[in-house]
């Protein structure tokens, strides 16, 4: 039997990826800090749902991974054969009015799971990254070969660093890793700072939805399913350690990924799905561009599908309603 362990196991991807790993017969050990950046309430119920799946099979300790102390004494005692490195303080815009946050949990926190990968001698390390690092680039779609050297956000730079820093670990340590790029996920359990939340809740209530830049924006919105379908086959599947150039351009065991739809949507086309999901217009306002936002993104998914065989099959048709519909339940909306 193999022990995982996630960190984020609270959050929306960690709690769904946690899930699947445990409905296949892995151990999964969870961490989480359940910090109070949106409901820790809902992170709370998430928990409840994995410690119903997983009975014994799931463990969880609720700390802070950029306390290296604290962290240490918690796995202490763990069997670990394999990270699955999710947790991170999300958010771009939120990264403008405190930096400090994601310096602590994206950057020491990120050394320090690299540390208890480097001195457990785990198999596979997979990690997240971030669609962001692409920031101002204009080449569409984005490839993991483009330069990244122009972020637009203090949390897109943060992100930046975690894959340099992957990289010098693999480097020394022949560390078998794995960067994980997002693009936009979306789905049942999802986060309420998004944007497909805060319009269904507003849509839902009556309220206006904010518009930025006018609609004229583009995301490769990515369906949880997929996700977990990607990150999944990355940690079954390290990179080898050949000397060999790796998407990314590392020679050293270490791979960068896109995860994405491969799909780049018009934030008007959402806004009508979700319309017709919840079975009501929207009242929009109409927003300037915010700081730290980037016009489009477009996820060039070519490496991780000819290598791992990804293949996102939701579209925002199938996946907006299903959204909505567990938002309803959830939300005891009729």
Known sequence: MTT???????????????????ARGDTVIGI?????YYSPALKRDRLRLLADAGSRN????????????????????????????????????????????????NLVGHLNMLEIARHRGVANMVY??????????????????????????????????????SETYAHLYRLPLTGLRFFTVYGPWGRPDM?????????????PIDVFNNGEMK?????????????IACIDNPPPDDNQPKAGGSVSPHRI????????????????????????????????????DVHETYADIDAIRDELGYRPATSIEV?????????????GIG
């Not at 996946?319 to 939300?331: A, E, L, N, S």
Request: with cysteine.
């Open 58 to 105: 799931f463990r969880f300790h609720e700390i802070d991974f950029a306390d290296a102390a604290k962290l240490e004494a918690a796995l202490k005692e763990e069997k670990i054969d394999r990270i699955i490195h999710l947790g991170a303080q999300p958010g771009v815009r939120y990264s403008i009015t405190n930096p400090h946050a994601y310096v602590q949990s």
């Open 257 to 292: 990924y896109n995860i994405g739809n491969n799909r780049p949507e018009q934030l008007m086309r959402l806004i009508e799905v979700l319309e017709d999901a919840c079975g009501r217009k929207a009242d929009k306002r109409f927003l300037p561009m915010q700081a730290g």
């Open 128 to 165: 997240a990254s971030s669609s962001s690092v692409y920031g101002a680039n204009k080449s569409q779609p984005f490839r993991v070969s483009d330069r990244v050297d122009h972020p637009v956000s203090l949390y897109a730079a943060t992100k930046k660093a975690d894959e340099l820093m």
């Open 4 to 22: 995982i362990l996630v960190t984020g196991a609270a959050g929306f991807i960690g709690m769904n990826v946690a899930r699947q790993l445990l």
């Open 32 to 36: 989480d800090n359940v910090n109070d």
């Open 219 to 231: 995301r490769d919105f990515t369906y949880i399913d997929d996700i977990v379908a990607g990150v």
């Open 319 to 331: 996946g907006v309603p299903r959204f909505v519909d567990w938002y309803r339940d959830y939300c």
């Open 195 to 207: 944007a497909m939340w805060l319009f269904a809740e507003r849509i839902l209530n009556g309220r």
